[in-house]
């Protein structure tokens, strides 16, 4: 899963990440006997009421073709999956073989393999942020108190020279909730400061936004397309930990190194400097302009906030060496057989981080298993069983896609030059590191009260014995953070479900420790490898589910809509015309 681009380099990537072991199972005592009981009681009731759910075909889902394809994905021969690799190039033909052993055809043209043209920028010069405040000098130094970056492409610097330095709030434009913080300001060669999150998380008020809930306003993606709309030179947002979501050393990390843009946004409108400041920075930037940091963002919070001067002007520059490269996405289709020119895609991110040169063998071997060989496991079973039951009534395109670890750039590629029309496409249903922990009573639901879709889906868990859930952390922005989220942007409702923490004999203290254990110690570390002692009835089950979901959107004439105040509701609005 996505968070921030790593610093890790293209196959160009010389990168790191992967491997895992899951917790020992927990000593059965007299007092979990009758749980347990309860649970196979459970387990049995589920069992009849499957019958419920859209057939899946054959003996349904395969647990042990499931760990076959972890395994083989997941193994040292693969060398943690980096694109540009001889291991990505290794995952590219395994997934290939493997749809075209199924029957499926080939997803772009006459072809299963979608180019991805990547552009890589590394930092070759960064200056210090020279302010000037009506006379008064103030110097913000890299990494201590900011960090800049450009994604301008070109090996000449990357500059603002004396640009007036301007607090513009959360720095979002959003109709649907009557919100502007550009309004009535021309940014043209300015630098606008912007708070990170977005006001609903801010005052906690479930009417402003999504409440504490992020929505894409809040990502600091966002904030920098939006400057760039508005024309203005650089964009810094402020961080603070609690609204970002992680503390200022993973911003040190994330862009101290490489970074990647597609070819295809060559053409893209960008500030020239994009960047961070520290909370602290800001406070005292704030202070020198004689201004109030907290007293300004409880302003921000405020609908109807009018931007603010901060009388100062600002310098800086950052130049770039760039190379270029390809990766792949990997496509392939089970056309309809009623309504062909319709689609339902099923999508999960094949790369992984690679290796890390400086340890040796399997040691330096970031596999990846849970993040995403399982998610990738998951799509190949999917598309089996699609195949297995034969072509529904829309076209059902399964995308294993490519650069989600740098930026969720495979998706983006696919959004740019998509197979089906945004307007033609119904669903789009994303797997990205699955639940291997065991059976759960709850399905998880990032993005929760996003879609239509999540009918659905609570409808197919109903009839499992199960019910979805909010994720547990809402604040951080899970949504945006995986490669639906591209697909989302074009206005394709977008479901991003997996297995709940609610085990459903061990309990729900048990999921949430296996969850903190697995971010803590596995989670984009050489410790995320597969394990035989993975319980994966849990993947039987969520796989069912998804099945039940896809297969019923691609079986109807039903098109699934974006909830009212759905912040990309009016862009599938437009597209459906």
Known sequence: MYRLPTTFALAFLLAACGGESAPEPAEETPSEQSAIDTAAAE???????????????????????FARDVRTLASDEFAGRAPGTRGGRMTIDYLVREFSEMGLEPGYGDSYLQPVPMIELTNAERSAIAVDLQGESMTLSYPEQMVINSRRLGTEPHAIEDSEVVFVGYGIVAPEYDWNDYEGLDVEGKTVVILVNDPGFATGDESLFNGRAMTYYGRWTYKYEEAARQGAAAALVVHETEPASYPWEVVINSWSGAEFVLASDESAPRVALEGWLTVDAARDLFSRAGLDYEQQKERAKQPGFEWV??????????????????????????????????????????????????????????????DNASGTAGLLELARLNAAAGPAERTQLFAAVTLEE?????????????VYPPGMTAAAI?????????????????????????????????????????????????????????????????????????????GREYGLEWQAQYRAERYHKTADTYGEDWDLRGVAEDLELLYAVGREVADSDRWPEWYEGNEFKAIREESRK
């Open 43 to 65: 387990t049995a009731a589920m069992d009849s009421n499957r019958q419920s759910l859209p057939e899946v075909p054959g003996d349904g889902v395969s647990t042990e073709r």
């Open 309 to 370: 001067s901060l009388n100062a002007r600002a310098n800086a520059k950052v130049r770039n060496s760039t190379r270029r490269g390809t990766s792949y996405n990997v496509l392939a289709q089970l056309p309809g057989s009623e309504r062909p020119a319709e689609a339902v895609i099923y999508m999960a991110h094949w790369d992984h981080l690679g290796r890390n040169l400086a340890r040796s063998g399997s040691e330096g071997i970031y596999n990846g298993a849970v």
């Open 406 to 418: 740098y930026g969720l750039l495979g998706s983006r590629q696919y959004a740019n030059d998509p």
């Open 430 to 506: 994303n797997m990205d590191a699955m639940t291997v922990l065991g059976p759960t009573h709850d399905v998880t639901v990032i993005g929760y009260g996003s879609s239509e879709l999540e009918e659905i889906l609570a409808s197919a868990a109903e009839r499992q014995g199960r019910h979805t859930e909010r994720e547990p952390s809402p604040e951080a922005g899970y949504y945006y953070r995986s490669d639906h989220f591209n697909l989302a942007k074009i206005g394709i409702p977008a479901l991003y479900a997996k297995g709940g923490v609610d085990h459903r004999e061990k």
